[in-house]
């Protein structure tokens, strides 16, 4: 079992910044694909970024591709996604994602193993 909670959250205008991060917990979290996606009120929860268990590939939606940036830190088995530039469609509640598999983030979030309870990113204009 692998745990993930989400932290960094909160209301900001269009422009500006924020951090969101990631912690895992479990006893194999460390050998996970981790990633990000998101669901805004009445769609469908997308692919946001994800980071391979090595750190070495990374890749992002094409929404975000720019402005966006996910990186972890092994030692704190922790993920992180610095969003920059945001706008008020970005908007949403960010989930925290841990897969075997890292081809599966561009496949559907059905099959992604493990989920954190999310965090929400409001964007005023």
């Known amino acids: 079992q692998v745990q993930l909670v989400e932290s960094g959250g909160g209301l900001v205008q269009a422009g500006g910044s924020l951090r969101l991060s990631c912690a895992a917990t479990?006893?194999?979290?460390?050998?996970?694909?981790m990633g990000w996606f998101r669901q805004a009120p009445g769609k469908e929860r997308e692919f946001v970024a994800a980071?391979?268990?090595?750190?070495?590939?990374?890749g992002y939606a094409d929404s975000v591709k720019g402005r966006f940036t996910i990186t972890k830190d092994n030692a704190k088995n922790t993920v992180y996604l610095q969003m920059n530039s945001l706008k008020p469609e970005d908007t949403a509640v960010y989930y925290c994602?841990?897969?075997?598999?890292?081809?599966?983030?561009?496949?559907?979030?059905?099959?992604?193993?493990?989920w954190g309870k999310g965090t929400l990113v409001t964007v005023s204009s």
């Open positions: 479990g006893r194999t979290s460390s050998s996970y694909n």
């Open positions: 980071i391979s268990w090595s750190g070495v590939s990374t």
């Open positions: 994602a841990a897969d075997h598999d890292y081809s599966d983030y561009r496949r559907s979030p059905q099959v992604i193993d493990y």
